[in-house]
C-alpha cells in the first residue's frame, strides 16, 4: 500500500479495540492480504486517508452511495435535520416524506416498515412469510447473502464466500435446517427443492441480480420462472432489493423486468449513507405485521430522522431527467474499454449499469460455482497494484465495483488504464 504511517498506526491501534481492527469483516484483507486502509474523508468519487492520500473509490460505501461520498444534497439535509431530530422513538414526518417516495417509484410496496439495517430487514421479511404460510422453509441461492441472521447463513455470498466459510461458528444447526440453498439461475434446482419438501417452504429469496458472489445477472426467463413456481406452489417470493434498489433506474429491478414480488427489502441507497434498512410489500402481508398483526418487530432507532432526511435528498436527486441515462452511459463505455482490452480466456467482467465484477477467470459466470473458479491470488496481486495507484476496489474478489454519479469520464478513462497495467503486476 501508499507510504501511509497515519493510516497504518489508526489501524493498529483498531486491532486493539475490534476482533481485526474492523467492524465488518468484508473490511478487512483478509483475503488480499495486507493492512487495510485507514479512510478519514470522502467526496464525491474520492477518498482520503490520514496521510492526505486521495483514492478514487469503487466500493462507494458498498454501493450506499449513487450521488457519491457527502453529496451537498445530503450534507444540507442532514445538518437542518440535526438541528431539529435526531431520535425520538415516536413517529415523525420524514418517515412519511421516505415512505411515499419509495411507494410511488415501487408500486408493490403497498405498505412498508423502515428498520436499521439490510439484515433486519430481511430476518423481518421471512417472518412475516412464515406467519403467512404457516410453513417453515425458506429457499435461497448459492452465494446469495442476505445479512447475518442466523438462519440465513447457508451457503451466504459477501465475506463468507471470500474466505470460503460455508457457514458461521455459533449458529445451532436446527436454525439452518429450515435453510434450502440451491444453485443461483437452476429453475430444475428449484423445482426438485419443492418436490423433495412438499409443502413445507414459506418463501424463495433471491437478489434479481445477484451481487454477493461478485455479479451474477439473471439467465432470461429465470425471474419470471421463479414467479411462476413460488405462485403455483402457495409460496411468497422475496426480492432482496438492498443492492439493487434505485441502483438503475427509479424504482427497483422488479419495476425494470416486470417480475413482482409479494415482499421486497431495501437499504444502502434510500438511506444516502446513514443506517438504514426497510420491507414491504402486499397489504395482507404487511397487516401481520405489529401493532396491526401478531409478527412482531421492533427497533429504537427505525425510521431514524437523520436517515430518513438524508434518504430523502437522495430520492429527489434520482428524479432528475437523465441521472440514470448519464451512469449507464459513462460506465457502459468504461466497462466495454475494459472488455475489449481483456483476455477472454483469463478474465470476465460481468456488469450492469452502474455495478460490475471483474472476474479472474473465462466467463460466462452463471452460478457460485463458475464464480468461485477466480484466482483469488491474482485478483490480490490486481487489488494491491490498483492499491498502489490509489485506487480503491472491494479487497475481495466475491464483490461488486460501483460507478455512480460522482464518477467522471475522465477519471474513468484513467482507471481503465490503471486496472490494465495493474493486470500485469507479479
Do not use: C
Not at 414467479?227 to 411468497?236: D, F, K, P
Not at 410489500?281 to 398483526?293: F, N, Q, T
Amino acid at each position: 500500500m501508499p507510504d501511509s504511517p497515519l493510516s497504518q498506526a489508526a489501524f493498529q491501534e483498531a486491532l486493539t479495540l475490534f476482533p481485526g481492527g474492523v467492524n465488518s469483516p468484508v473490511r478487512s484483507f483478509a483475503s488480499v492480504g495486507g493492512t487495510p486502509v485507514v479512510f478519514s474523508r470522502g467526496k464525491g468519487a474520492l477518498l482520503e486517508d490520514p496521510d492526505r492520500h486521495k483514492y478514487l473509490d469503487f466500493v462507494q460505501s458498498w454501493g450506499a452511495h449513487i450521488l457519491g461520498h457527502t453529496p451537498a444534497p445530503v450534507v444540507r439535509a442532514v445538518s437542518r435535520q440535526v438541528r431539529r431530530l435526531t431520535s425520538v422513538g415516536a413517529p415523525t414526518q420524514e418517515e412519511n416524506h421516505l415512505g411515499k417516495l419509495l411507494q410511488k417509484a415501487i408500486p408493490s410496496l403497498e405498505r412498508l416498515r423502515f428498520v436499521s439495517s439490510g439484515t433486519e430487514a430481511v430476518m423481518s421479511a421471512l417472518r412475516v412469510a412464515r406467519a403467512w404460510t404457516n410453513r417453515p422453509m425458506i429457499l435461497k441461492f448459492d452465494g446469495g447473502y442476505h445479512g447475518h441472521a442466523d438462519a440465513l447463513l447457508v451457503s451466504a455470498g459477501s465475506g463468507l464466500a471470500t474466505l470460503n466459510q460455508p457457514a458461521s461458528a455459533g449458529v445451532p444447526e436446527p436454525l439452518t435446517s429450515a435453510t434450502l440453498s440451491v444453485p443461483y439461475n437452476d429453475l430444475e434446482a428449484v423445482r426438485a427443492a419443492f418436490l423433495a419438501h412438499p409443502g413445507k417452504i414459506a418463501a424463495v429469496i433471491v437478489e434479481p441480480y445477484a451481487a454477493n458472489m461478485g455479479l451474477v445477472l439473471p439467465l432470461p426467463g429465470f425471474l419470471e420462472g421463479l414467479r411462476a413456481i413460488t405462485q403455483e406452489q402457495g409460496t411468497l417470493l422475496i426480492f432482496d432489493e438492498v443492492i439493487t434498489g434505485f441502483r438503475f433506474h427509479w424504482g427497483g429491478v422488479q419495476t425494470q423486468v416486470g417480475v413482482t414480488p409479494d415482499l421486497t427489502t431495501l437499504g444502502k441507497i434510500i438511506g444516502g449513507g446513514l443506517p438504514v434498512g426497510a420491507y414491504g410489500g402486499r397489504k395482507d402481508l404487511m397487516d401481520l405485521v405489529a401493532p396491526v398483526g401478531p409478527v412482531y418487530q421492533a427497533g429504537t432507532l427505525s425510521g431514524n430522522p437523520l436517515a430518513m432526511a438524508a434518504g430523502r435528498a437522495v430520492m429527489n436527486q434520482l428524479t432528475r431527467p437523465g441521472f440514470y441515462e448519464a451512469i449507464a452511459d459513462k460506465a457502459e463505455r468504461f466497462f466495454e474499454t475494459l472488455i475489449h482490452r481483456l483476455d477472454p480466456t483469463r478474465y470476465y467482467l460481468a456488469h450492469k449499469g452502474g455495478l460490475a465484477t471483474l472476474f479472474f477467470a473465462p466467463g460466462p459466470i452463471n452460478n457460485l460455482t463458475q464464480a468461485k473458479s477466480s484466482d483469488t491470488a491474482a485478483y490480490a496481486r490486481w487489488f494491491h497494484a490498483l492499491l498502489e495507484q490509489k485506487i480503491f476496489v472491494a479487497p475481495a474478489q466475491f464483490e461488486a465495483m460501483f460507478v455512480g454519479a460522482a464518477h467522471t469520464p475522465r477519471a474513468l478513462r484513467l482507471a481503465a488504464d490503471a486496472f490494465l497495467k495493474a493486470l500485469d503486476a507479479k
